[in-house]
């Protein structure tokens, strides 16, 4: 199972539905996935050569019981896919051709058009969507890679879905409104793309604490990993300009940001060890992807817990769908955002986060008991 990533909580989520509702009787829903343990690769560099040869065992063994059971599979039954750069490309489209019923794609990035999955190149002022409807010349000419597996076996993925989509063999369950919208530019009209949500168990924050009345050690909190398409070299330059705002980064420090930056400080936490309590009650927390973004975690929780939380203006991203009086909406270029962050901070006594809360609660509402969304809408 992909590890804690958003893909990896989504397919925790699932796993805990899926056992749930298998207990109760009727239908039995299975779940099956590869091995995605911690990198081998990391752990040799870290010298912990014991734990690295049980990992190296563990995802051998998760690889032939992954080979074994699905080849046993009835090509009958209804399936759904999720993340075929976890599945692996090449066996996601002999899975879809051999079935007997058209598969099921459950959207969890831009892959389906995509090389880089993360649909953004660096100094573009907003998301790259110019291979959308197969023609992959541009991503050629640009050198667009993967972090999974082959260029050429995504590229052959591209290609292959978009073909089997006109054949019917393969349908689309989209989380939002943006992402459905991408998915019928690119197969078509005449593709099924349901929207189905989404929904991890380390969204639930109705328990949440009420914001920080004491002022906060962070001014701004970037919620999200160092990658550019998820804004972080947009959100140091931003750093560059608001000297006087106190940042927080929750990694360390990429060793190719070479600038003194006297007011940022990176640490290495994950939602459970540090970082939800840093964003609760945080004034601003940015969560700034270029990519077009569907539903993700780090923006749910922000809304929830911070007292403020901010995107770069996207079209085709979720963001795009959330109520105007929720959002800190920021221009892309870095000087006007830094300006329109100052206004913010000026004015934010007056601000109320109860429409984040109110957000939110529609939000839990809407998208909890993921399972039972996902089998209603494949039985439809």
Not at 154 to 164: D, G, H, V, Y
Not at 260 to 281: H, M
Not at 327 to 356: H, M
Request: positive net charge; hydrophobic residues 40%.
């Amino acid at each position: 199972m992909p590890g804690p990533t958003g893909v990896g909580r989504v397919m925790t989520q699932l796993a805990s539905e899926i056992n749930q509702k298998n207990k109760t009787g009727g239908h039995s829903t299975r779940l099956l996935y590869r091995g995605q343990g911690r990198p081998v690769r990391k752990l040799f560099s870290q010298k912990q050569l014991v734990l690295a040869l049980k990992t190296i065992m563990t995802a051998f063994w998760s690889e032939a019981r992954f080979r074994t059971v699905t080849a046993k599979l009835p090509r009958k039954d209804t399936s759904l896919l999720i993340h075929p750069q976890t599945l692996g490309y090449e066996w996601s489209i002999e899975f879809i051709k051999n079935s007997k019923k058209p598969v099921w794609l459950y959207l969890m990035d831009s892959s389906f058009f995509c090389i880089r999955s993360y649909n953004y190149m660096a100094h573009m002022e907003s998301a790259c969507t110019k291979c959308i409807g197969g023609d992959l010349t541009h991503a050629l000419n640009n050198r667009c890679s993967t972090d999974f597996g082959s260029t050429e076996g995504a590229m052959e993925f591209i290609s292959s879905l978009k073909e089997l989509s006109t054949r019917v063999k393969v349908r689309f369950i989209a989380q939002n409104k943006q992402q459905a919208e991408l998915a019928k530019k690119h197969f078509g009209e005449k593709a099924t793309v349901k929207i189905g949500g989404i929904w991890a168990a380390d969204w639930c924050l109705e328990e949440a604490p009420a914001p920080a009345v004491t002022p906060h050690k962070y001014d701004i909190v970037f919620h999200a990993p160092p990658l550019d398409a998820k804004g972080f070299s947009w959100a140091l330059e931003l750093a560059e300009v608001l000297t006087e705002r106190r940042f927080l980064f929750p990694f360390e420090k990429p060793e190719w940001v070479t600038n003194a930056l006297p007011n940022c400080t990176f640490k290495d936490f994950r939602w459970e060890s540090g970082l939800r309590e840093a964003v609760t009650g945080c004034p601003l927390v940015l969560v700034p992807s270029l990519w077009s973004a569907p539903i993700e975690g780090a923006l749910i929780k922000s809304i929830r817990l911070a007292q403020k939380t901010a995107v770069i203006r996207n079209e085709t991203a979720y963001s795009r769908e959330i109520p105007e009086d929720v959002l800190l909406q920021l221009t892309f270029d870095v000087k006007r955002a830094a300006e329109e962050i100052e206004v913010y901070f000026a004015n934010r006594q007056k601000a109320s986060p109860q429409a984040g809360k109110n957000f939110y609660d529609d939000f839990m509402q809407s998208n909890t008991r993921l399972l039972e969304r996902l089998l209603r809408l494949t039985f439809d």
